[in-house]
Nanobody
């Protein structure tokens, strides 16, 4: 079993920045592809960004390219999402997810965190 815990959400003004963190515990001897998803009120959950188990590959939703950066920390199975130039439409609950398969994809993630709220508003 794997536990994912997100942190770093909050209220920020448009144009501001936030850094989300996700720490995985449990079967940490296994390396996972990691991703961030988000769900805005009244909308379906959507893919935001992913990073491969070795950090060699990343993938981003078009609406966040150039503004968001996903990275892995020095501590194994830790992932970050640096969010810059935030817009009101980025407001959502952000979820961290882990994928045990070797091929990184935008779906079929095995473990999920509880989510952290990001609100972009003036």
């Amino acid at each position: 079993q794997v536990q994912l815990v997100e942190s770093g959400g909050g209220l920020v003004q448009p144009g501001g920045s936030l850094r989300l963190s996700c720490a995985a515990s449990g079967r940490t001897f296994i390396s996972y592809n990691m991703a961030w998803f988000r769900q805005a009120p009244g909308k379906e959950r959507e893919f935001v960004a992913a990073i491969s188990w070795n950090g060699g590959s990343t993938d981003y939703q078009d609406s966040v390219k150039g503004r968001f950066t996903i990275s892995r920390g020095n501590v194994k199975n830790t992932v970050y999402l640096q969010m810059n130039s935030l817009k009101p439409e980025d407001t959502a609950v952000y979820y961290c997810a882990a994928q045990t398969t070797q091929t990184m994809t935008r779906s079929y993630y095995d473990y999920w965190g509880q989510g952290t709220q990001v609100t972009v508003s003036s």
